[in-house]
């Protein structure tokens, strides 16, 4: 039941944008978006709920594909500081953020 | 306001001795998970709390590990004995309860306990 994170890995150059999609075999109620940068700890992002309620970020936004299970996170003119290992989580059953993670998608951006 | 508090941070330690990790949770946050991250794993959740009750500890790889949580500003994730193939970075997070601040479960995450187990 773990959600599926492509692409694995992604090298962008700053300005570049990216897509990271998470994809679930069960039905969805919500997809979370966590960042870790290395050595850190994971940070919260942006929830996106059924129905189309979301919590944004600054210039990452994120869409949510009920129907197809999926849910996609775009980065948008790419900063350094976006550097990181992207997870996305689904809830696992209950409404109670008792989440299920992804592997996680590496993103490096380089100057 | 201090966010999620852990300790150790770092802990080395023989295979075979127990090994006990400390989670202080934000104030006032009534929801408490124990994660373990791998390389090959992943961030795995281990357990989850809501207001100090054991929810779900299916991820609880075996009978070695054992959580508590005693009251609401302090938890303790347990290996005994420990194993090498237990080596792992574990995080604690804490997510306040659904309000007009926070309307979404998001969960805050310690800095984590880096373990290895020789």
């Known amino acids: 039941q773990q959600p599926v994170q492509s692409p694995q890995a992604v090298i962008l150059r700053e300005g570049e944008d990216a897509v990271i999609n998470c994809s679930s075999s069960?039905?969805?109620?919500?997809v979370h978006w966590y960042r870790q940068k290395h050595g850190e700890a994971p940070v919260f992002l942006m929830i996106?709920?059924?129905?189309?309620e979301q919590k944004g970020h600054d210039k990452i936004s994120a869409s949510f594909n009920e129907k197809k299970q999926q849910s996609s996170l775009y980065l948008t003119a790419s900063q350094l500081s976006y550097s990181g290992t992207y997870f996305c989580g689904t809830e696992k059953g209950g409404s109670q953020g008792n989440l299920i993670f992804g592997k996680g998608t590496k993103l490096s951006v380089k100057p | 306001d201090a966010g999620v508090i852990q300790s150790p941070r770092h802990e080395v330690t023989e295979m075979g001795q127990e090994v006990t990790l400390r989670c202080k949770p934000i104030?006032?946050?009534?929801?408490l998970f124990w994660y373990r991250q791998t390389m090959m794993r992943g961030l795995e959740l281990l357990i989850y709390?809501?207001?100090?009750?054991?929810?779900?500890d299916s991820g609880m790889p075996e009978d070695r590990f054992s959580a508590k949580m005693p009251n609401a500003s302090f938890s303790t994730l347990k290996i005994q004995p420990s194993e090498p193939r237990d080596s792992a970075v574990y995080f604690c997070a804490s997510s306040p309860p659904r309000d007009g601040r926070f309307p979404y479960n998001e969960q805050f995450f310690g800095p984590g306990t880096r373990l290895t187990v020789l």
């Open positions: 104030s006032g946050h009534n929801s």
């Open positions: 709390f809501n207001n100090n009750v054991p929810i779900d």
């Open positions: 996106l709920l059924k129905g189309g």
């Open positions: 069960k039905a969805l109620y919500s």
